[in-house]
C-alpha cells in the first residue's frame, strides 16, 4: 500500500492530474483563443449571448486574469459545439455542467488579461488590483502605484481611463503582497512591460492595497455635443450599438454614465448592408452592470443614435419627466432654489427635455437637496431652446431651506389627432418628434391614454393603415404595465398600419 501511494505522489507530481476540461486554442498566449470545453470530447462553444460576465467565469476557470474581450467567430465548419446558457453559468454552475450539444454555430473567441486582474469590484473595471507571478496572485501597496500605472492596466484590461485610485475600495489584502515598486511610463501595453525597482516593503498597512477603478469605455459620436450621437462601446475594439430593443429607460443609463442630462431621445440609423455591431440586451442594463460587461457580438442593419440633454436634469422622479431640478455648470450638479425659479421658467425646461407641458411645480417632491445649489436667479421667456440660453441674475442665495428646491413634473407628450374632438383621433407620442403608435395597444395601453389626457374612459380602439413613409413608434407592454409612461416605453419602428383611440371625454369625478 505504502508503494503504490507514492506512485500516485509521484504521477501527481509530474503532471498526469486530472485534466482542466476547460481550454482556449489558438491564441498568442493560454489566455486567449477559441474556448472549448470537455464533455465526453473537446467541442468549441456557441456564440450566442456571451457577454464578458461569461467569460470571466473561463478566465476564473483557467487561472487567467480579467476577461477584456469576446468574439463571435463566423467561418463554416461542420463542427458540433456545446451550448453554454448564460443563465446556468452565473448561477455558478461549472461550465461543463451547462453544456448541452447543438449541430455547428458560430464559436466564441475569449481574450483574458495574462498577468493582472482586478478582483471584488462592481464590474469588470473596477476591483483589487492583484498581479501574477511564478504562479501565484499579489495584492499591490498603493505606495508603489501611480496614475501612470493606473492608466497602464485600464489599457490592458481594455476599459477607459482611470477615474478613482484609492487603498481600501474594495475590500482588504487577502493575497500575499507584491514586492517591487512599478515605474511605468503610462505609454505601457501591459504593466509587466512596466519597469520595476525593489520596494522597501513585503507587508502593506490596512487598507493601503491599491483599488482602482477605470471609466467604462462608452461614448456618443457624430452629435452636436459629447451628449448627443451613435452610441458605442469598446471591448477590443470600438464598434457601435445594434438595435437592442432598447426605450429611453435604457438610454438613461448612458446619459447616467457619460454624466450627462436626461434621456431625450433615441432614433434609429439603417444601414443597406448589415454591419458588425454589439447588442445590448434591456435585461442586463437594469441589472446594473457596465454596459461593456453587457455587449455581445451580432450583425445588424441598425444602429441607435441618442440624444441626452448637456446641463439639466430631473432626478429622484418616478419618470424621465419628473424630479428635483438639477443644473450643470463646469463640471458639478446643482439643485435649483424655487424661489429662483417660474412657470416660464419650468416650460423652458420640460420643453428641453422633450417632455409635455409643466403640470407641478412645487419644492421638495422629490427629496431634500442633496447637490450644491445654483446661485443664479432663471429670467426665462419662456420661449428659449434651453435653460441655459435664458437670462440669469445674481440670487440673494446660496442656501436653500429645507423643502424648497425645485420639484418639476412635465405631462408625458401623447396626444389624439384628426378626430372629432381632442379625445378621439390617432394616438401619437412625442420623443424629439410626434409619431404615430403601431396598432399593437392594449384596451389597457388605451385606457393610461384617456387619463393622461384628463378625456375620461376608453371606449373604443380601430386599426387602419398608416403612411408606408412616415416611420412610427412600437410601445413595450411590459414597461407601461410596470407604471412606467408611454414616451419611455416607446422604440422605433415601421408599420403600415396605426392605431385610432377613442375616449369618452367625459371626466369622472
Aim: charged share 25%; glycine share 10%.
Amino acid at each position: 500500500m505504502d508503494h503504490l501511494l507514492v506512485v500516485l505522489v509521484l504521477l501527481w507530481g509530474s503532471g498526469l492530474q486530472a485534466e482542466d476540461p476547460v481550454r482556449l486554442v489558438g491564441g498568442a498566449s493560454r489566455c486567449a483563443g477559441t474556448l472549448e470545453v470537455k464533455q465526453g470530447e473537446w467541442r468549441p462553444v456557441d456564440a450566442t449571448y456571451w457577454t464578458l460576465k461569461e467569460a470571466a467565469v473561463a478566465c476564473r476557470d483557467l487561472d487567467c486574469g480579467s476577461a477584456v474581450s469576446t468574439e463571435r467567430l463566423n467561418e463554416n465548419s461542420r463542427t458540433r459545439v456545446w451550448r453554454i446558457k448564460p443563465d446556468c453559468v452565473r448561477s455558478g454552475s461549472a461550465l461543463t455542467d451547462c453544456a448541452t450539444s447543438l449541430p455547428s454555430s458560430p464559436n466564441v473567441e475569449l481574450t483574458c488579461s495574462d498577468s493582472i486582474r482586478l478582483v471584488n469590484g462592481s464590474s469588470l473595471c473596477s476591483g483589487r488590483l492583484e498581479v501574477k507571478s511564478e504562479q501565484s496572485w499579489s495584492s499591490v501597496c498603493e505606495a508603489d502605484f501611480d496614475q501612470q500605472d493606473a492608466e497602464v492596466v485600464c489599457r490592458e484590461l481594455g476599459c477607459g481611463a482611470p477615474s478613482v485610485l484609492q487603498g481600501a475600495l474594495y475590500g482588504e489584502v487577502e493575497a500575499p503582497m507584491w514586492t517591487k515598486e512599478f515605474q511605468c511610463g503610462g505609454h505601457e501595453s501591459t504593466l509587466l512591460d512596466c519597469g520595476r525597482s525593489d520596494s522597501t516593503r513585503s507587508t502593506c498597512s490596512p487598507g493601503k492595497a491599491v483599488g482602482l477603478t477605470c471609466s467604462e469605455p462608452v461614448r456618443l459620436v457624430g452629435g452636436a455635443s459629447r451628449c448627443a450621437g451613435t452610441l458605442e462601446v469598446k471591448q477590443g475594439e470600438w464598434r457601435q450599438v445594434g438595435e437592442s430593443g432598447w426605450t429611453l429607460k435604457e438610454a438613461a443609463a448612458v446619459c447616467r454614465h457619460l454624466d450627462c442630462g436626461s434621456a431625450v431621445s433615441m432614433r434609429h440609423k439603417t444601414y443597406k448592408s448589415g454591419i458588425n455591431t454589439w447588442e445590448i440586451t434591456s435585461d442586463c442594463v437594469h441589472s446594473g452592470s457596465a454596459l461593456r460587461d453587457c455587449v455581445s457580438s451580432q450583425y445588424s442593419y441598425f444602429t441607435m443614435d441618442l440624444t441626452c440633454s448637456d446641463s439639466i436634469r430631473l432626478v429622484n422622479g418616478s419618470s424621465l419627466c419628473s424630479g428635483r431640478l438639477e443644473v450643470k455648470s463646469e463640471q458639478s450638479w446643482s439643485s435649483v432654489c424655487e424661489a429662483d425659479f417660474d412657470q416660464q421658467d419650468a416650460e423652458v425646461v420640460c420643453r428641453e427635455l422633450g417632455c409635455g407641458a409643466p403640470s407641478v411645480l412645487q419644492g421638495a417632491l422629490y427629496g431634500e437637496v442633496e447637490a450644491s445649489m445654483w446661485t443664479k436667479e432663471f429670467q426665462c421667456g419662456g420661449h428659449e431652446s434651453t435653460l441655459l440660453d435664458c437670462g440669469r441674475s445674481d440670487s440673494t442665495r446660496s442656501t436653500c431651506s429645507p423643502g424648497k428646491a425645485v420639484g418639476l413634473t412635465c405631462s408625458d407628450p401623447v396626444r389624439l389627432v384628426g378626430g372629432a374632438s381632442r379625445c378621439a383621433g390617432t394616438l401619437e407620442v412625442k420623443q424629439g418628434e410626434w409619431r404615430p403608435v403601431d396598432t399593437y395597444v392594449s384596451e389597457k395601453v388605451a385606457a393610461l391614454v384617456c387619463r393622461a389626457l384628463d378625456c375620461g374612459s376608453f371606449v373604443s380602439r380601430e386599426t387602419r393603415e398608416g403612411s408606408s413613409s412616415r416611420p412610427v413608434w412600437r410601445v413595450t407592454f411590459d414597461c407601461v404595465h410596470s407604471g412606467s409612461t408611454l414616451r419611455e416605453c416607446v422604440t422605433p419602428d415601421a408599420t403600415y398600419t396605426i392605431m385610432d383611440i377613442t375616449c369618452s371625454g367625459q371626466v369622472h369625478q
